[in-house]
């Protein structure tokens, strides 16, 4: 059974950083990809970040320079490291894990895993 599982969520004011952990189990996802996705409240799941088999990442405009993806095939792990945070980083995130590789690491429809979701808020 294939399992992923997040950590490192919670409350912070704006500014703060934040460091999310998603660690897998029942299946090993380094020659695929790894990706996190949120969703705000009132707002559909939207693309985070991304890192392929391949060291190659991907960010959404919204996070770049702010949040940097990272994994460690060793530990089947993959983190979220979120600084400078705003008020409208406010969501629910999810990791999302792909065995195989694929063109479209930013799109949700490829990922197969899913976590079910670490809370993040972030106050003004």
């Known amino acids: 059974q294939v399992q992923l599982v997040e950590s490192g969520g919670g409350l912070v004011q704006a500014g703060a950083s934040l460091r999310l952990s998603c660690a897998a189990s029942?299946?090993?996802?380094?020659?695929?990809?790894m990706a996190w996705f949120r969703r705000a409240p009132g707002k559909e799941r939207e693309f985070v970040a991304a890192?392929?088999?391949?060291?190659?990442?991907y960010y959404a405009d919204f996070v770049k320079g702010r949040f940097s993806i990272s994994r460690d095939n060793a530990k089947n792990t993959w983190t979220l490291q979120m600084n400078s945070l705003k008020p409208e980083d406010t969501a629910v995130y999810y990791c999302?894990?792909?065995?195989?590789?694929?063109?479209?690491?930013?799109?949700?429809?490829?990922?197969?895993?899913w976590g079910q979701g670490t809370q993040v808020t972030v106050s003004s």
């Open positions: 999302a894990g792909r065995t195989i590789v694929t063109s479209l690491p930013e799109s949700q429809t490829q990922y197969n895993y």
């Open positions: 029942g299946r090993t996802f380094n020659a695929g990809s």
């Open positions: 890192i392929t088999w391949n060291d190659n990442t």
